[in-house]
């Protein structure tokens, strides 16, 4: 079964990360995928929003670990920044339905989504100093901006997790919602927007977003000291205490 699956449903594209034996981690082949799905549904007219979830337990544990240590020459070309780059240029909004973990990129993705549920199963966590990395998808300049540079530190520098309650009082989260329906008042939701003029729709979502160069600009400057921690000794040295617990 594909490691992503996606459905349309009225003018809503679904996208499903399908990956549980690995905790939904993204490999390259789900990074490329994602994008293609994404790009896809950008271009079809019959499509006016998009839905990101997990399964019911599991967002996603963020970029898988092992490909870290496979594939460290990271450049523009990378599909995690392929992706990263696919999502801040997309045209039409993207609502987040998260369960369980939501790690690393599993967290800074939802910085780039309009809406975001979550049930109390979420847990959040940004550590990238934690593995000797640096943030990424602009969480850098985001992150402060949402939540205020103190409590930024506190989440990027320490990258201890937090919860649903935690991510909606800093507005990481519009709603708590009972685990039962999460997935389906995500899907509502989208499907409201989907219904929307789209054209007035994504030029109301351009305008908000007036500073998109700024955000790619940091992007880019995160991209260069990531590539250069991520074939660092401290780094190579976190990633494989992971894989040997
Ligand atoms: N990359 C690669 N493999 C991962 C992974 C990741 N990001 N997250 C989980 N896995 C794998 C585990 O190695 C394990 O594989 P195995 O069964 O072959 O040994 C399997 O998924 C289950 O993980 P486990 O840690 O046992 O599940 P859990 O429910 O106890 O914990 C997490 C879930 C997400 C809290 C924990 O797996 C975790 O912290 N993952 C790493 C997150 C991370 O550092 N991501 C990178 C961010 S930049």
Redesign the pocket.
């Known amino acids: 079964m594909s490691t992503i699956q996606i459905q349309d449903e009225q003018g809503v594209r679904i996208i499903t990360i399908n990956r549980p034996?690995?905790?939904n981690?993204l490999n390259l082949d789900m990074y490329t995928q994602l994008t293609e799905y994404l790009i896809q549904g950008e271009s079809d007219n019959g499509i006016n929003a998009f839905m990101i979830k997990g399964q019911t337990d599991?967002f996603t544990?963020?970029?898988?670990?092992?490909?870290?240590l496979k594939n460290s020459n990271l450049g523009p070309d990378h599909p995690a920044f392929k992706f990263l780059f696919t999502l801040l240029d997309l045209d039409k909004p993207i609502v987040a339905a998260v369960t369980g973990?939501a790690?690393?990129?599993g967290t800074t993705l939802l910085l780039h989504c309009d809406l975001v549920y979550a049930d109390n199963s979420a847990?959040f966590?940004l550590?990238?100093v934690?593995?000797a990395?640096v943030p990424e998808a602009g969480a850098s300049l985001l992150l402060p901006r949402l939540v205020g540079p103190q409590k930024a530190a506190e989440l990027l520098l320490l990258g201890e997790s937090f919860n649903a309650d935690d991510a909606y009082q800093m507005n990481l989260v519009n709603k708590i919602i009972p685990s039962d329906s999460l997935f389906d008042y995500a899907k509502t939701q989208a499907i409201k927007l989907a219904q929307k003029p789209p054209q007035a729709l994504q030029a109301s979502r351009k305008l908000m977003r007036y500073d998109q160069e700024i955000v790619r600009a940091q992007m880019n400057k995160e991209l260069k000291e990531f590539a250069i921690r991520l074939q660092s000794d401290e780094a190579k040295e976190r990633f494989q205490a992971?894989?040997n617990?």
């Open positions: 034996d690995k905790r981690a599991c544990s963020g970029n898988d670990v092992a490909d870290f973990a790690v690393g990129i847990k966590q550590p990238f934690n593995l990395l992971f894989l617990r």
